[in-house]
């Protein structure tokens, strides 16, 4: 399994950025879709993940903020996030979970500025 991020950058407090996600590899079901972030000093930590259904969870932080939504290709996720704040800064990082096995992208960088 192969996870392609593509995404982040660097935008002011307030600004919007999105995050997507692709997971491919050979006869794959549907899995769910995450992204988790790891701020310096930091332990990696959940932001977001949505399910085969559809059915989204969010870490309290981002909620009203961020909205993780599948793409249109099978096993793909975007993450919307808005009303950026400094404290979300950080690298994150993209997981697909499918039977009882997690995959890992590389992470991509987001830096929000003051």
């Known amino acids: 399994v192969q996870l392609q991020a593509s995404g982040g950058g660097s935008v002011q407090a307030g600004g919007s950025l999105t995050l997507s996600c692709v997971a491919s590899g050979s006869n794959l079901g549907v899995g769910t879709m995450a992204w988790h972030r790891q701020a310096p000093g930091n332990q990696r930590e959940l932001v977001a993940r949505?399910?085969?259904?559809?059915?989204?969870d969010y870490a309290d932080s981002v909620k009203g903020r961020f909205t993780i939504s599948r793409g249109n290709r099978k096993n793909s996720s975007h993450l919307q996030m808005n009303k950026l704040e400094p404290e979300d800064t950080g690298v994150y990082y993209c997981?697909?979970?499918?039977?009882?096995?997690?995959?890992w992208g590389k992470g991509t960088l987001v830096t929000v500025s003051s």
């Open positions: 997981k697909f979970a499918y039977r009882g096995r997690e995959y």
């Open positions: 949505i399910g085969g259904l559809g059915s989204p």
